[in-house]
Structure formats: C-alpha cells, structure tokens
C-alpha cells in the first residue's frame, strides 16, 4: 500500500476568541504609530515613515488574508480599514515622490503652471492624509469593540527612525525584444511609444468633472480600475526601456531633451500611479463583493467625491500638462534619431494584400517601433494597424505598388519581405532572415 501523505481535512476553523491574540500580534507595529500619524494634522510625514507605516500595514493584511477575515462578520470592517490605511499610505507616499521628483525635474523652468501643480499636489496630499488618520481613528476604535489588544504608542524618533524608503526593483521589461541595433534606435523607440501613449491618453482625457455623478459615469463608464493600470503600465514600459538602453549614455548627457523627456516619463507615470490607486480604493467600496455593513461604514470615513476628484481632476488630467510637453520633444527626437526615406516597392503579381502579408507588415512596423507611413492610391495610413492596412489594401486592389515613409531600419526589413517573404514558398526564407516574424 501507498503512504498516505494526508488524511483529513487540512483546515481548521477557529473561533474569534483564538484569533484574537493572532491579530493582537500582527496589528502591533501598525498601531503603535497611531500617536504619530494623529500628530500629522500640522506637519507631514517623511516617506521613511510612511515606508514602515506600508510595512507594518502589509504584515496585518497577510495574516488578515490567511485567516480570510474578509469573510467574518465580525472582522470583515477591521480588513477594510486596515486595506483603507495601505491604500492611503501608498497614495501620500507616491504624492511626496512625485513633489520631490518635480522639485529636481529639468522641466520646471518651462512649465507655466508650477505654481497650480504644486498647489493641487499639496492639496493632494492634505485629503490623503485626513483621510489616513481618520482611518487610523477607526481602526483603533474598531480594536476596542473587537478585543485586539493596543501596545504602547512609540516615540516620534522610533517611530521615523526605522524602516528605509521602499524602492520598487525589477527587471527590464525587454521580453520580445531582439538585438538591440543601437542608442539612436532606442531613442526613436521611446520617443515613438511615448506619442502612442499620448494619443491614448488625448482619447480618454475629460473635462473638469464637477459632480460626484460625473466623475462615477467617467471612471466607471471610461477609466475604470483596468484601463488605468493599462495606461500606467504602458508608460512604465516607456520608463524601464529608456532607462535600461538610453540612461545614462554619452548620447544622454549630450541631448538635453533626452534628460526632459525622461523626467516628464517619470512624473507622468506616477500621476497614472495616483489614478490607479484611488480609482481601485473606489471601485473596491462600490460593488457588491464587500459587506454592506463595512461599506457602510467606510463611506462616513471616506470622502468617495475627494476620491475621485483627485484621481481624475488632479492626477489624471494633470498628467496631461506633462504629456503635451513630452509630445514637443518625443516628435522633435524621432527625426533626430532616424534616417527618413521614401520608398516605392512593387507588389509580386501573384500576392493580394490579405490578412497574413498585413499582419507581417504590421510585424516589422511594430518590432522596430518607430512610425512608418504606407501609401497607395493617394491615400496613406499608419502601417503598424493591421486593420489599416487591410483597408487601404482592399480600396486599392489594383495597385501594382506600394509606399512606404519612415526609418531606413524598418524599410530595408519591409523591402526584404515583398521581395521573399509575401509569397507562401518564401516563409521559411524571410524567417530566416527576419527570425522577430516567427512570434506572428
């Protein structure tokens, strides 16, 4: 016979009574900073504080987790506050990045609206931090109504003095990419993912939103919790490129552009950061997964309309100021960092532009990643759109030849492809050559 590993259930359910000192134990090093963050009302906190007040709020939820407490009348409130506090923590900590951040930036000189920005970022600021210690005020009066055991409060000094700044590391963002065909390349990579990104953002960029009705309909309707962190992961991308192949180069220390447009990167990417967060904090408390009771709760805390007017009003239009300065200078890099052709390539009799060869000629687009024109019968289009291409295609079915604009890199690669790789007896040959194209 086999050996029997486990036998049994392999869970246990303890009563609130035998949780108790477990949650006493985890809440501990949170709660003791309670005298501190009330303190916060005429001064703010260093991010060194906030980095262990994030520590020490994380170990509570994991246990909080662990023993899915969210799902226990009783403590179901106590896992919303403790997730109200991480979520508010990470916003002041963000906040004082992005200040500090500006305060060094290379751009201040020539943004006009300093004065406003660093206003509504200190306005900012202000919310979170009432919000957090109205939050702390509830979880320890949540403690006294449940029986989780208070410490002492520790001294500002212990209470500052531990803990460094949290840094967020990671590995570049690089998968799919081939050989890197040098700075200039990369330069006109970045620079062309940022307008791709801009455009994004100039489709979703609202007006002022006065009412809480308009800015629930925005953020629900438009730029729910998902599409935010779409937006933000696409300029963490932009980030992690230019600073993986461009920072700190000879070619960056020559341009000054380069140096403007990667601090415009870095304080766009933390306002889609301050969006993201409050927009989750939001639509976390406005479904129908939660208590009632706890949501209840948390509304008379938290300020749901100064929620989502700094995620929208501040945080997401804001980042539209330092957009339409990095489209300036991303459309003044491209040409700076490309050799722009024109070419004319004719279309083998025997190749229809179907689906395949537009999917291949979207492929070689997109891998080089700068932007390239296609052209015929008068018209032209973006040639890294598939569906474009198939358009401009079918209006166009008896052209004999094709146009293309852009970079000589992603040109000599199209030249390449119409001459062996559009017919079905020349896939084998043009991979070979272009080994990118076996991922499409």
Known sequence: MPETLFAGSREKVISVEEFLPVVTEAAAGLLALRDEVSRGE????????????????????TVL??????????????TEIAA?????????????????????????????????FLVETQRTLVFCGRTLRSLFEALVEECGILGVGVPEAEPTEQANGSAPPAIRCHLPHNIGEEAIGGEGEMIAQVAAHFLRVADDYAALRPKHLATLGELRDFVLGKLDEEEARRIESSMHAIQS????????????????????LRSIISLTL???????????????????IRSASAMEKLAKIVDKTGVLDRAVN??????????AAGREI?????????????ITIPIPPDVRLHIRPAA????????????????????????????????????????????????????????????????????EKILARLPYLRRT
Request: no cysteine.
């Open 65 to 78: 987790m662990d023993y899915e407490a969210q799902e226990n009348r009783e403590f179901s409130y106590f």
């Open 42 to 61: 005429n001064r703010e906190w260093n991010r060194r504080f906030i980095s262990r007040m994030l520590r020490d709020v994380q170990h509570l939820r």
């Open 330 to 342: 991303a459309t003044r890099l491209i040409p700076a960092y490309t050799s722009i052709r024109d």
């Open 84 to 116: 109200g506090i991480r979520g508010f923590a990470t916003l002041i900590y963000v906040l004082k990045h992005l200040k500090e951040r500006y305060l060094r930036s290379p751009i201040r000189e020539r943004n006009p609206t300093e004065d406003v």
């Open 314 to 323: 501040y945080a997401f239009r804001t980042a539209g100021t330092f957009i």
């Open 270 to 288: 933390h306002l889609f950061e301050i969006t993201t967060h409050a927009i989750h904090f939001y639509e976390r408390h406005e479904n129908d």
């Open 241 to 260: 490129k230019y600073d993986t192949y461009i920072q700190q180069t000879r070619t960056e220390q020559a341009d000054a552009d380069l140096k403007r």
């Open 360 to 427: 291949l000629i979207a492929a070689v687009v997109a891998h080089h990643g700068t932007p390239v024109r296609m052209r015929m019968g008068g018209h032209e289009v973006d040639a890294e759109s598939v569906t474009e291409v198939i358009y401009l295609a079918g209006s166009n079915q008896d052209a004999r030849e094709v146009s293309f604009l852009g970079d000589h890199r992603p040109l000599d690669d199209l030249r390449l492809l119409f001459e062996v790789g559009l017919q079905d007896d020349g896939h």
